[in-house]
């Protein structure tokens, strides 16, 4: 059976991303030539809006840094405005192969989930990250599990793909400073179909990425609280 046509849309968050936003922008065109793509340029103070436009990307500029989650938010509203029935999110530094995009849309289309995780850690192949990485990566999908019986073996993957249902919730809410793994608790919470697809990932080659100035053991706790407030905020919802 052919999968049905789907409108999709790339969001692609971008902060300071000259060097890589434009070679980003060129090879999802060419690797999903049907999908539209907006580059949220997250007041961006180098040439990232510019590079992005000249290579063929539609661009929000947001007014200064709000951060990662507030990007990524802002192309959900966009989304859920224009009415698209997919939405994929696709990191703008090169770390996330766009070869990839069509394999993890790929069960939306066929209606086989309703959020798609791409992990680098399911084969084992391509850029694992740094040790210390590693360690949040497996505190987080220990924590998940623990909290809602679903396992993600990279929860903080930023390279996913969400059906109409994830479009309309994320629009709403969506967590704001390091948001993957709380975005995973919040979709369970609303009951989401979640499947994770092996992917590739490669090494940044320009540029530096603004996780590098929190330590991980930071990193972790600010997760763990957001998470736990947002299950207990849900919980007290429910009473």
């Avoid at 993957?157 to 809410?173: D, H, P, Q, T």
């Avoid at 995973?184 to 499947?195: K, L």
């Avoid at 992917?199 to 603004?210: C, D, F, I, L, N």
Wanted: charged share 20%; aromatic share 8%.
């Amino acid at each position: 059976m052919t999968p049905p046509n789907k409108k999709i849309l790339a969001i692609v968050p971008a902060f300071n991303e000259c060097g890589n936003i434009g070679r980003t922008v060129r090879e999802i065109r060419k690797a999903a030539p049907g999908v539209d793509i907006l580059v949220i340029d997250d007041g961006s103070a180098d040439t990232t809006a510019e590079e992005a436009r000249e290579a063929g990307g539609m661009v929000v500029s947001l007014p200064f840094n709000l951060g990662i989650g507030a990007a990524v938010q802002t192309g959900f509203q966009y989304a859920q405005k224009h009415q698209y029935d997919i939405a994929v999110q696709i990191d703008g530094d090169g770390q996330h192969d766009p070869a990839f995009l069509e394999k993890i849309v790929g069960p939306l289309r066929l209606d086989g989930a309703d959020m798609v995780v791409g992990s680098r850690f399911l084969e084992k192949i391509g850029f694992q990250s740094s040790f210390s990485r590693r360690m949040g990566i497996n505190f987080f999908v220990h924590l998940i599990k623990v909290l809602t019986g679903v396992k993600v073996n990279d929860p903080t993957s930023g390279f996913r793909a969400y059906n109409k249902k994830m479009i309309a919730l994320f629009s709403e809410y969506y967590p704001h400073d390091f948001p993957e793994p709380e975005a995973i608790v919040v979709a369970q919470q609303a009951g989401a179909r979640i499947v994770e697809l092996p992917v590739v990932m490669r090494p940044r080659e320009a540029g530096s990425s603004s996780i590098r100035y929190f330590k991980t053991l930071y990193y972790m706790v600010k997760v763990t609280l957001a998470i736990l407030l947002h299950m207990i905020r849900q919980g007290r919802g429910k009473v």
